[in-house]
């Protein structure tokens, strides 16, 4: 366990409510929930820029075919490539629940992303997210970005960009970049916590995570949204770390049962995003 993590969980812990009401349910966050979240977090925060820095390297060649038609689909099979069980496999993005990868130009534009269907080819994506701009002046690295829906009436994919420069003769000629949204974060997390805790929850126990950016609920189609209406309020959370700056823990009530919950803040993945845990045992 990390001293960062440690500190997050002793935090936590100060803050846990003594009362039974939902004690043994923080008590399980507080001691499995929280520091299982924050490693897989870390974990698809280390993956995502591994993999975007190997796969830049795997198709540094691609980025070099003067032909463009040919270059376009070269470096589309080459995306998917990477992904897959194939000699060019990079196995960070084997696992990692990103949804697209995509190839960029040295002006910015996407030449093309990881599937056939490419609504993304010709989209400015270093416009909409600086960190791709900062891989094409030759510095790797992530960043939580707002990208524009590109369908139309759709609301904008809050996510984290991974992005790597592309070298090919000593000189940057593009840059790879992946994209991981967080409402797939909170899935991957709601999935990941159920799976560890299968047993009990086919005995009816309940355990969910999810993502807030500022007062923004990121959630993937399956989350209860019954649940949503006990996340704790913004002044509720305020409060809260204020008392205990790495996070707390606290109870709540709806139609008869009792819920543990856990709000804590990540600015490793972005400024005001914060992890809501929810837990009720049978």
Known sequence: MTRRLAWIVLALALAACDEERGHNEQRQILQEDAPRALAVIRQDLDDGLAGVRAAAERLAPGFAVEDPARREGDLRAGLRLVQRPTRQRVPELMTLP???????????????????????????????????????????GYALSSLP????????????????????????????????????ITQQLSRQLQLENAEETRQGEIVWALLLDGDTQH??????????????????????????????????????????????????????????????DP
């Open 98 to 140: 990103i949804t697209f990868l995509a190839a960029v130009d040295p002006d910015g534009t996407v030449i093309a992303r990881d599937a056939n269907e490419d609504r993304m080819r010709g989209f400015d994506l270093a416009g909409a997210a600086p960190v791709v701009r900062r891989a094409l002046d030759g510095s790797a």
């Open 149 to 184: 829906s590109l369908l139309e009436n759709d609301p904008p994919s809050v996510t984290v960009i991974f992005a790597a420069p592309v070298r090919h003769e000593g000189r940057v000629v593009g840059a790879v970049a992946g994209g991981l949204p967080l409402w797939r």
């Open 219 to 280: 959630y993937h189609a399956g989350f209860p949204p019954d649940l949503r209406e006990l996340i704790p309020d913004p002044a509720t959370r305020r409060a809260g770390l204020e008392r205990s700056a790495g996070g707390f823990t606290g109870e709540v009530q709806q139609y008869g049962r009792w819920y543990g919950f856990g709000v804590i803040p990540l600015p490793s993945v972005g400024e005001d995003v914060t992890l809501i845990l929810f837990r009720s």
